[in-house]
């Protein structure tokens, strides 16, 4: 379970800020990431509330921006989001398809502060 150690490392960050920038509170989180990054939300929801404890984001919320699995394909030239990706094109069923979207990483976008 690598949640755990997204969450500390989120946590690590908002501290970083918090020192930086001497705020007392994070109200919320909004993150990013790609849907094949094997990040699972509710699991990183429950190591994020168990590691912010007695934290400046303790009690802080989380909010997710998942990206979408995006191939281009080279035959039609054209990119289609695709709910899963298993290396066919849905317009020509050709396997002449390059990943583009949704392997993204983690990224912390924006916090609310007080």
Known sequence: MHELSLALSILNIVQEYAEKHGFDNVNSLKLTFGRLSSVEPSALEFAF??????????????????????????????????????????????????LVGGTEELQLLEMDVD
Do not use: M
């Open 49 to 98: 509330g168990i590691q912010s404890k007695g934290t400046k984001a303790e009690g802080a919320t989380l909010e997710f921006l998942i990206k979408p699995i995006i191939i281009h394909c080279i035959s039609c030239e054209v990119d289609h989001e695709v709910d899963t990706y298993d290396g066919i094109c849905p317009q020509c069923d050709g396997a002449n398809v390059l």
